[in-house]
């Protein structure tokens, strides 16, 4: 009796420790301009999202998590790092002409490369924006050994390119063909040629950024739906849509599909156990190309949108699912952020955690265990339109704005646990609050030659 009982112990704690001894394959699957209300297990009412809801149901669902920024570059270059955006090589979006966005630089240590390290084989399949084609920050020359889809996030506006990039190498497209679908190809194309492990599989998909557009078959149940706008033109970049809100929650259930198609070849391939499938999105819900945020609720309760620092505009989904390890139907309120995401997965796959990066990781969270760390505060700053940075302290949230304008701007304050939709400014009632803020603000900014705060000029 006692020999089983110490067997049984044994298997358990083995189960838990599991992940650090082992190297599990891992899919990360990154929305872009998804909202926080925009899946229907946070809470989606106009239309479902049922293989997303799965990984919540079969896995964990976070409550309190947020992106690395409030647009698309930085968020990937803290996703990348493992550093905010005070920190990160890469902190707004700076193009770079005739393709491509500007360049993370090749002493970036990412997460592909951590992953290398370990014996990981590395694709990226989507939209990349860390580098123009051939420079030091193109994917290829930053730890992965496949990359499919837009190098280039202004070519990404389009959901029908006249050319993706395979590598180094530009595709020639005829305008008609749904990239989406190219890039979900190339992704499980990936994902059956290792299947026998480890890979990293990098999913920063396109939906539902930007223009409205997705195969007739998906919109049509929805135009009958909303009947209300079939004369609302939408357009972005490429073909003009009529009734953009049945065009958006037709990508949505596209995207869905895809996430559908994830889950069917892993359980084809006997590999439901060894792979860890995680899905967020990078920054809150845009209002671009016709999209009505408001009428689909895509920040749930949240205040603001993509390019603002309220909550709706970085709270972000995140849900994982690892069969075996993580327990089914979780939800968490740990308060965590996309530079965790590096040390996560690092601890997953038994990697050194690197020194001097800002994330911390949530392995502790996915597995039930009760000893996470937890942040002493969450920071950004965002350097496009009039400038703005934000903290995140316990239950307050901190937002500085029109820094560009003002060399000392107010500081407006809210607390997060009664004023979810942060409207009661709180900024004159809590001076001790305001100084600690000013204090963080300065320590958690590194300068840089490139995304200068007014202070530093």
């Keep these: 009796m006692k020999l089983i009982l110490f067997l049984s112990i044994f298997a358990f704690v083995t189960s838990l420790q599991g992940a650090t001894n082992s190297k599990p394959n891992i899919i990360y699957i990154l929305l872009d301009d998804a909202g926080y209300g925009d899946l229907s297990c946070y809470g989606q009412k106009h239309f479902q999202t049922p293989n997303i809801d799965r990984l919540a149901e079969e896995g964990i669902k976070f409550t309190q998590h947020y992106s690395g920024s409030t647009v698309c570059a930085p968020t990937r270059s803290v996703l990348m790092t493992g550093l905010h955006t005070g920190h990160t090589p890469v902190r707004g979006n700076k193009e770079i002409k005739p393709i491509g966005q500007h360049p993370i630089p090749s002493s970036t240590f990412t997460i592909a490369e951590a992953l290398k390290e370990r014996g990981y084989q590395t694709g990226a399949f989507g939209k990349w924006g860390l580098g123009n084609p051939g420079s030091e920050g193109a ?9 499919f889809g837009y190098n280039c996030q202004r070519n990404a506006h389009t959901y029908y390119p006249k050319w993706l990039f395979d590598n180094e190498k530009k595709i020639t497209l005829d305008g008609k063909t749904y990239s ?64 953009p809100a049945a065009m958006f929650a037709g990508m949505m259930t596209k995207l869905d599909e895809g996430v559908g198609q994830i889950l069917e070849i892993l359980k084809e391939l006997e590999l439901d156990h060894d792979t860890l499938v995680m899905l967020s999105s990078d920054n809150g819900p845009h209002r671009e190309g016709g999209h009505m945020p408001d009428f689909f609720n895509s920040n749930g309760p949240l205040k603001g949108h993509k390019r603002d620092l309220y909550e709706g505009g970085i709270r972000v989904p995140l849900v994982a699912r690892w069969p075996g390890k993580i327990k089914p139907g979780t939800v968490t309120n740990h308060v965590s952020a996309h530079w965790d995401i590096f040390p996560t997965l690092c601890e997953v796959t038994g990697k050194a955690i690197p020194q001097n990066i ?100």
């Excluded at 190339?186 to 059956?192: G, Q």
């Excluded at 934000?390 to 500081?411: D, F």
Aim: aromatic share 12%; proline share 9%; hydrophobic share 35%.
């Design 180 to 243: 989406h679908d190219l890039i979900m190809e190339e992704a499980l194309e990936f994902i059956r040629s290792y299947q026998d492990g480890p890979f990293f599989c990098f999913l920063p998909v396109t939906i539902p950024h930007a223009s409205m557009h997705v195969p007739e078959k998906y919109a049509a149940p929805f135009r009958k739906k909303f009947p209300q706008f079939k004369n609302k033109i939408g357009k972005y970049s490429g073909p003009t849509v009529k009734n």
């Design 358 to 457: 800002d994330g911390i990781s949530f392995l502790p969270v996915l597995l039930g265990k009760n000893n996470q760390r937890e942040h002493k505060y969450l920071y950004w700053e965002f350097h496009e339109r009039s400038g703005a940075r934000a903290i995140r302290l316990g239950n307050w949230k901190v937002i500085q704005r029109n820094i560009k304008k003002n060399p000392n701007p107010p500081i407006e304050i809210y607390d997060l646990s009664s004023d979810l939709g942060e409207t009661k400014n709180l900024g004159e009632e809590k001076p001790e609050l305001v100084k600690n803020a000013l204090k963080i603000f300065k320590e958690a900014h590194s300068p840089s030659p490139i995304w200068k705060m007014r202070w530093e000029r």
């Design 139 to 147: 994917p290829e020359n930053q730890g992965f050994d496949r990359f």
